[in-house]
């Protein structure tokens, strides 16, 4: 499975971006995807995730803001992030799991590059 996430982006503090990821595999809809990001000196957390059932998960950290889904026709998955702050500026990772999604970065099986966000105040 490869996973191509969108190139990095910048955007103004409020402002909106798309986040893309698209995976190269024939059974793309029984994979759970997952968005995570990486502060330098952290460990990946888990922002965003949606089920091969299309449940989502969203972090406190970003509920309201964030909307994820999927388009299986298309094998990919979208990360709508809304009223963005400085504090999202780091680089996010989509990576792909069995059916379900999971909170930690062990349970995920497949990764993409990461691509830098960055929020300017």
């Known amino acids: 499975v490869e996973l191509v996430g969108s190139v990095g982006g910048g955007v103004q503090t409020g402002g909106p971006l798309r986040r893309s990821c698209v995976a190269s595999?024939?059974?793309?809809?029984?994979?759970?995807i997952g968005w995570f990001r990486r502060a330098a000196g952290k460990e990946g957390e888990l922002v965003s995730g949606v089920s091969w059932k299309n449940n989502e998960n969203y972090s406190d950290a970003v509920k309201g803001r964030f909307t994820i889904s999927r388009d299986n026709a298309k094998n990919t998955v979208y990360l709508l992030m809304n009223s963005l702050k400085p504090e999202d500026s780091t680089v996010y990772y989509c990576?792909?799991?069995?059916?379900?999604?999971?909170?930690?970065?062990?349970?995920?099986?497949?990764w993409g590059q990461g691509t830098q966000v960055t929020v300017s105040s």
């Open positions: 990576a792909a799991a069995r059916l379900r999604i999971s909170r930690t970065v062990t349970g995920y099986d497949y």
């Open positions: 595999v024939r059974s793309f809809s029984t994979l759970a």
